[in-house]
């Protein structure tokens, strides 16, 4: 089984900075594709970013050339930087992975992290 584990969201300011962090763990041969989506309060989820294996970079329009998505492979870890956060932003930011056992491919969610940012 893979756990998965988010951290680094919490309270900014407009026009702050965070670094969301989301960690793989467990029965791990390989990871594909990385994502993060985000959910507002009484709305979709949303993709926010992706990193595919082969290093392809996709933004949604709103965070574009604010957030960074990246991955640190020896580590099983994929973070989000994001820069000149806007109150829009506030959501529960959710990662996933795409990971083989060397048996089987899915696709594992983190729980989500809290981001709020104030005016």
């Known amino acids: 089984q893979v756990q998965m584990e988010e951290s680094g969201g919490g309270l900014a300011q407009a026009g702050g900075s965070l670094m969301l962090s989301c960690a793989a763990s467990g029965n791990i041969f390989r990871i594909y594709d990385l994502e993060w989506y985000r959910q507002a309060p009484g709305k979709e989820r949303d993709f926010v970013a992706r990193l595919t294996a082969s290093g392809r970079t996709d933004y949604a329009d709103s965070p574009e050339g604010r957030f960074t998505i990246s991955r640190d492979n020896a580590k099983n870890t994929m973070y989000l930087q994001m820069s000149d956060l806007k109150p829009e932003d506030t959501a529960v930011y959710y990662c996933?992975?795409?990971?083989?056992?060397?048996?089987?491919?899915?696709?594992?969610w983190g729980r989500g992290i809290q981001v709020t940012v104030s005016s």
């Open positions: 996933n992975m795409e990971i083989t056992d060397g048996f089987s491919r899915r696709t594992f």
